[in-house]
């Protein structure tokens, strides 16, 4: 047995983004879209902007003590650029905006290894400006040949009237190329590519596939019966009420889950006990030899674990260990009360306090009959 979904239910909505706040998230980053189209040095080399992270995929969940002024939000705003990343270097980019920032954000804004942060006085929302270099190579190279091309002119584009090139299909390549540099730069067929985004702290640029990200997590939502984004929400609220290592937190953490949590839940309570058992089972070896896992990346062949280091890991899995047998206990509890004080103890008080008498009350007695007798 385990707690009913009411109890579930309940615990999501105490954990998640007030409506006031979600309300501050979408104003600020609607702002910073603006001011991003309307600086004209800016929206030359722009070519889309789009939300990423944990807000995108609806993953968030809210600070621990939303009392606490150090508490804040992070809503990641990734702008897609023509920026040659063989140019232009992680702190070039930085120079790049810096403009922009001290006339819109004086003394609210600072770099981050892969974004730069903007804060705002009053509100708990930071937004993590993530400025990612040209879409792909096929793109840099039309540029390239474009530029190549562009003694000769017709309506403002570049002819190959004057450029001999020995062979026709030369000629139609670097016609499908430039068509391809158009096509990217004006419409969204450039999301099916990989993006470039700068690491200031390794001093060169990283691969990574937001769309990508986000599309799998809709799709293992789809085919966890719509359980996997809660799943991860209580995971990540777990994580906050616990003494875990700096490393892994957000989005390498959300992935962690997500490489482990079966297709076949039928419930949040057995989505996290199976989803925490799978990582103590998926990476025993790993501890055991004291290193940690690798652990690609959606799209992309990057490790989102590269900044864990093998001492993390260890800590990280420890508490892991204990908290899946905290939460089998819990899921496999004979009464409701049992169930829903096991639960209380993993995920903290925001879990709602079980019923005194033991077993069913009114209201555990209603949601068993309102769900067919099925428990969460």
């Not at 995929?57 to 705003?77: K, Q």
């Not at 190279?141 to 190959?160: S, Y």
């Not at 499908?176 to 390794?202: C, F, H, M, N, T």
């Not at 001492?311 to 508490?319: I, K, N, P, R, V």
Request: proline share 7%; glycine share 6%.
């Amino acid at each position: 047995m385990t707690a009913v979904p009411s109890y579930f239910n309940d615990f999501l909505s105490a954990t998640r983004l007030s409506a006031a706040l979600r309300a501050t998230c979408s104003a600020k980053h609607l702002e910073l879209r603006q001011l991003l189209r309307d600086d004209p040095a800016l929206a030359a080399i722009i070519i889309d902007a789009f939300l990423q992270g944990s807000y995108r995929r609806d993953t968030i969940v809210r600070p621990l003590d939303p009392t606490d002024p150090n508490a804040h939000v992070d809503v990641d705003l990734v702008v897609v650029t023509t920026l040659d990343p063989e140019e232009y270097s992680p702190d070039n980019v930085v120079a790049r905006f810096t403009p922009f920032l001290e006339r819109n954000f004086p003394n609210h804004w600072r770099p981050n290894d892969r974004s730069i942060q903007l804060t705002y006085d009053g509100t708990p929302v930071t937004l993590d400006l993530v400025v990612t270099a040209a879409p792909s190579e096929v793109v840099r190279e039309a540029v390239i040949k474009a530029a190549e091309i562009a003694g000769r002119r017709v309506n403002g584009l570049p002819t190959l009237s004057n450029r001999a090139l020995p062979l026709e299909s030369d000629i139609l390549s670097l016609r499908q190329s430039v068509a391809k540099s158009a096509q990217l730069a004006e419409g969204d067929a450039w999301k099916e590519d990989y993006l470039l985004i700068p690491d200031r702290e390794l001093r060169r640029w990283e691969p990574t596939h937001p769309i990508e990200q986000i599309a799998w997590t809709q799709r293992k939502n789809a085919t966890t019966s719509g359980h996997y984004i809660n799943v991860v929400k209580a995971v990540k609220w777990w994580r906050l009420r616990n003494n875990v290592p700096k490393h892994p937190k957000g989005y390498p953490l959300e992935h962690c889950v997500g490489t482990v949590c079966p297709d076949d839940i039928s419930s949040v309570s057995e989505g996290v006990t199976r989803s925490l058992e799978g990582i103590v089972s998926a990476f025993e070896q790993d501890v055991l030899q004291g290193t940690k896992p690798e652990l690609q990346d959606h799209g992309v062949a990057h490790d989102v674990f590269s900044r864990v280091t093998p001492a993390e890991f260890g800590q990280f899995y420890g508490l892991i260990e204990s908290a899946a047998a905290l939460a089998r206990q819990a899921l496999n509890a004979p009464t409701t009360a049992e169930s829903a004080k096991g639960w209380r103890e993993l995920l903290g008080p925001e879990f709602p306090e079980p019923p005194s008498n033991g077993g069913f009350t009114q209201r555990t007695a209603a949601s068993t009959i309102a769900t067919g007798g099925r428990f969460a």
